[in-house]
């Protein structure tokens, strides 16, 4: 992770090629005049699969790569404690903010000043656009958490540019 | 050095097993298999002891008369386990270390390569493949070749 610029900037390529293909989601969707929001929405949630999909893989390999001097881990919260930390920095540089949970298998992790968004407003300007700057993180922490034992549903939400949370839920089976 | 190295997968199924000599191979197949049981006795123990260290390092899990074998386990519950001649009395505690701590850098490299899948058989393709560079599967699979015995 020689210079942060490198990732920021690949990383905005890569929503902005998936976002321009998502005019044409492919068949199966129907045809007619609401079939044009039907297909725009089709498409807009396919790039954000995609996008969670690749931060899945990534976060597998850096689940794998990254604890790797550490001892084991002892309880799930040790998990989430690695993630705001040694995860969160060796991808952005900083820690996470803030970490609360309910106890319950519920996760709140908060970042004041998100690096993928900083760059773009602060404020409440192109609060719209923010979701698909945060698909490909979410999906990083859940396949993070998924290498290292912990089935979980990742979403982010965003109030105010840069600050944004992503709660985690973590699945009981 | 090994006469059989296992990866196996948290859900307990094998994703890489060799061994030398290759004719009794069923042999080690079931050492490795019994030896899961010592090794999540082992890890479930440390779960419950209160002491704040806790190792990835399981040590020696059983010796039998000809063979001891020695485990590890990852952050992600991927176990390593190594079986070594009992005969081979040189090999002490820090040399298995360094070799299971060789067989987690491979592995990890192999988790990283982009074209392996989480969860399949580590496995190399075959030679006639247009590869232009060494395939990380291979050089798991001659990393583990170095760290075996070699017997003619």
């Given amino acids: 992770m020689a210079d942060p610029a490198l990732f920021e900037f690949l990383h905005t390529e890569m929503v902005a090629e998936l976002w321009a293909h998502h005019s044409d989601p492919g068949p199966g969707v129907s045809a007619g005049p609401r079939g044009e929001e039907a297909r ?23 689940g794998e790569r990254l604890p790797q001097e550490t001892l084991a881990f002892r309880e799930e ?27 319950q298998g519920t996760y709140v992790l908060q970042d004041n000043s998100f690096p993928l968004l900083i760059r773009m407003a602060s404020g409440l300007q ?45 699945q009981k089976t | 050095m090994a006469v059989c190295v296992a990866v196996i997968a948290k859900e307990n199924y094998p994703l890489y097993i060799r061994s030398i000599p290759t004719e009794n191979e069923l042999k080690f197949h079931y050492m490795v298999h019994t030896s899961l049981d010592v090794v999540d006795e082992k890890i479930s123990a440390m779960g419950k002891a209160l002491v704040d260290q806790r190792e990835l390092y399981l040590g020696l899990l059983y010796p039998t008369e000809d063979y001891k074998v020695y485990g590890y386990v990852t952050n992600s519950k991927v176990k390593f386990v190594m079986v070594v ?10 040399e298995i270390r360094s070799m ?18 989480p969860g399949d058989h580590i496995q190399s393709r075959a030679p006639a493949a247009p590869l232009m560079a060494v395939s990380v599967r291979r050089a798991f699979d001659s990393m583990v070749t170095s760290m075996m015995i070699q017997v003619c």
């Fill in chain 1, 40 to 62: 725009a929405a089709a498409g807009k949630k396919m790039s954000l699969c995609v996008l969670e999909g690749m931060g899945f893989r990534v976060g597998q390999a850096l």
């Fill in chain 1, 77 to 103: 919260l040790d998990i989430l404690k690695f993630l705001c930390k040694d995860l969160w920095v060796a991808v952005f540089q900083k820690q996470m903010d803030s970490l609360r949970t309910n106890h």
């Fill in chain 1, 126 to 170: 192109y609060l719209e656009e923010a979701p698909k700057f945060l698909a490909f993180t979410c999906g990083l922490l859940r396949g993070a958490l998924c290498i290292l034992g912990i089935k979980s549903l990742v979403t982010a939400s965003v109030a105010s540019l840069p600050t944004c949370k992503f709660q985690v839920v973590i």
């Fill in chain 2, 85 to 94: 001649d009992s005969s081979n009395t040189a090999l002490r505690d820090n």
């Fill in chain 2, 100 to 117: 299971f701590r060789k067989l987690h850098n491979s592995y990890t490299d192999v988790m990283c390569n982009p074209f392996y899948n």
